[in-house]
Nanobody, 123 residues
Framework: QVQLVESGGGLVQAGGSLRLSCADSGRTFSSHAMGWFRQAPGKEREFVAAITWSGGNTYYADSVKGRFTISRDNAKNTVYLQMNSLKPEDTAVYYC????????????????WGQGTQVTVSS
């Protein structure tokens, strides 16, 4: 179900930074784990990062580990993805998603999702 709204996408040069935000539309549960996925044209959707409802645990795909940081502010019902040292291969539509289980979310299962925000990294 589309109940999350992503923002912050745009065009940046390789090596640059960008921060994405994902806001609850008002119909999701605050206790859900949150995560980010991305999909490039002609490619399958891939997992990027996830965070537990408390923010105490995070998990990252090897391709972004050390460059991306996921965080959340439950008071604002918002999750963030700080992307540093961006590479052209990071170009994709980024989606946020939510699930009651972080384990399930990391595996690609979700109860809620957004419509995505485009991130383009130029050479």
């Amino acid at each position: 179900q589309v109940q999350l709204v992503e923002s912050g996408g745009g065009l940046v040069q390789a090596g640059g930074s960008l921060r994405l935000s994902c806001a609850d539309s008002g119909r999701t549960f605050s206790s859900h784990a949150m995560g980010w996925f991305r999909q490039a044209p002609g490619k399958e959707r891939e997992f990027v990062a996830a965070i537990t409802w408390s923010g105490g645990n995070t998990y990252y795909a090897d391709s972004v580990k050390g460059r991306f940081t996921i965080s959340r502010d439950n008071a604002k019902n918002t999750v963030y993805l700080q992307m540093n040292s961006l590479k052209p291969e990071d170009t994709a539509v980024y989606y946020c998603a939510a699930h009651g289980s972080m384990r399930a979310l990391v595996l690609g299962q979700y109860d809620y999702w957004g419509q995505g925000t485009q991130v383009t990294v130029s050479s």
